[in-house]
């Protein structure tokens, strides 16, 4: 759709052409309640591959600076994580060609952690924790569908771009797609590797890639991979 009508809004501006402003006004909050919660989610994990980064240059951040509010667990205020939205914030100021080649060196950096990960972590991998394979059933695989979904928020905004693009009859599509494809791809190998090298049941950690290189003895890993997490 962003490619035969190539404006800029995303979703809002799709809705309001459709079906009006009525359903375009519910599109539009559900929009900001979206990247709302994916934003928060992001820092949340962003802050803690910080604080174990850190850690490991001799810096310590009291947990409770650094944790959701939760007293009883003597944590008040995530400032990693409040930090990391206003730097990325400033960086949209910035403007579209700035925070694009910003974007791209973070992709580049990300995607090749992800790669190191994979390599690496292939020759730590224990058939055995992959016994039994779906734990859950087929209702812990939709469970699990249902949680990987909401990783997937964001693609759309490749869209909401659609009018600054050369020739997005062909080149959207490309992106959207394209991106959706090395991204699920990515996905089942770093799923299939975390979980050969340690069992899901030891997997409840803010920070399980990192964890999983400690697991395998493997700290220089680790340290990159939080490294790279935090770009």
């Known amino acids: 759709f962003s490619s035969s009508v190539p ?5 809002y501006t799709y809705g ?9 006004w519910f599109v539009g909050w559900a929009l900001v309640l979206e990247y709302g919660l994916a934003s928060a989610s992001v820092a949340t994990g962003w802050s803690s591959y910080f604080v174990n980064l850190v850690e490991g240059l001799g810096i310590h951040i009291p947990a409770a600076l650094a944790g959701p509010f939760d007293p009883s667990n003597g944590t008040y205020i995530n400032l990693p994580a409040i ?14 060609q700035e925070s694009a080649r910003i974007n791209k060196i ?19 991998v224990e058939p055995t924790n992959w016994q039994p394979f779906t734990p859950f059933g087929i209702n812990g695989v939709f469970t699990g569908a ?15 771009a659609a009018e600054e693009v050369k020739n ?18 990515l996905y089942v190998f770093v799923s299939l590797v975390l979980t ?21 003895g493997q700290n220089w890993v680790s340290g ?6 935090v770009f």
């Open 196 to 216: 050969g090298i340690v069992s899901y049941t030891d997997l409840n950690v803010t920070d399980p890639v990192s964890f999983a290189m400690q697991i395998a």
């Open 168 to 185: 997005p009859q062909r080149n959207l599509p490309i992106g959207i797609i394209g991106s959706l494809l090395i991204c699920t791809l």
């Open 106 to 124: 973070m992709v580049f950096v990300k995607v090749g952690v992800i790669l190191l990960f994979i390599i690496v972590g292939v020759f730590y």
């Open 7 to 11: 404006v800029t809004g995303s979703a």
């Open 224 to 229: 990159i991979i939080s490294l790279g997490a």
């Open 16 to 24: 309001y052409i459709v079906f009006g402003e009525i359903v375009a």
């Open 83 to 96: 930090f990391i939205v206003l730097v990325i914030s400033f960086l949209l100021t910035l403007g579209m």
């Open 146 to 160: 249902a949680l990987v979904f909401f990783a997937y928020l964001g693609f759309d905004a490749v869209s909401s």
